[in-house]
């Protein structure tokens, strides 16, 4: 498993799956009702939740939170568990309280303006901000604070980090509320759970007439192409994890428009080509493209890009390249130089295929 990834459920029957498509037809969850993919959703049912006014059981849910969360160390996982002894037995919690000159989406506290508190951050299918973790961690001083990666967020890569935050996904908090007895919004919070481990985690494994038409996917919960395309793409990364022959990992995250993963600079991506340019590969949704970075380069890259895609119309491969990719306008940062749409129906066979196609195309990927 990785370090920053879902554990996927055991169960691959397609019984699951039916019982989502029935919940979410007949509105029997009321947080997939609400919104799974909403923050808002969320907020609410936590702020209900970890208030020991409404659920009796909340300080011992709060506690086991605390416990199986993922610290940036160990000695981060005793602190926590030190302050969790100085919270009364009576607490709240409210929402967009302001924490080192942000707004948390949770604080944990009680009455008393003085006494121990606990930031919760929320993000479900978007990413920290660029100091919006580091500057909340300053104000912190050794006090933890937790952030629940709910939706894509628990299978991305996140260059920029959480700071001191203790990490949450999706199976850590199934596996530490599993035995516990709630009312029925805690009921109700962690069946939309199960959903979500089961969306992220078992994309390939879907019933047979969703295989064919992704539009069909919303009657799973699947919110938009760019979520399921996270999940194939995770499922991919972790067969390439011990497969690839590359020597580096493949790293996942957003890139506006699509899902991306990337493999990280090793002698076949990131490889300076000429003066200013480096040639990478990465998977953009369902296409493999070997792309080009040009910083300050323009006219380098445009004449490297016609001679490699000439030299590559030689290059002898089971899997052909897409047309030629339309011309890149002036002072383009990222150009496609060639494209593969890979058939998208087995984790192991997309990697054997990219695999493949890498080590035949980067014939003339020649360092500068």
Known sequence: MRENGETPSTDT????????EDRLRNGSNPVEVAGYGRESTHKGY??????????PGARQAL??????ATWPGEEDL???MVWFQTLPDQFQCGCEKPVGGRKVDLLVATNEETGPDLPIELKVDSGPGDK?????SKSRNGQPALVLLLGTGAIRDEPVG???FGILRPTAILNAWRDLQGPQPVSDWIQALE??????GHPFDLPREYQQRDQDLGRLGYRSDKHIWYARLAAVRAVMTTVSPFGAPWTLYDGGYNAVLNLSECQWSWVTVAAGVKAYWEFNDGNLVLKVEQREADAAARAWLSQYQQQAASITCPHGPNARPKEAKAGSTWISVLSWEINFRDPHQVAADAIEIIRAFSKYLVPA
């Open 63 to 68: 506690r086991l939170l605390l416990e199986r």
């Open 13 to 20: 029957s397609p019984l699951p799956w039916k019982k989502i």
């Open 162 to 164: 959480f700071g001191v």
């Open 195 to 200: 959903h979500e481990v089961l969306r992220l």
């Open 132 to 136: 919006q973790f580091a500057e909340m």
């Open 46 to 55: 936590l702020s209900w939740m970890l208030n020991t006014s409404h659920w």
């Open 78 to 80: 005793q602190r926590a």
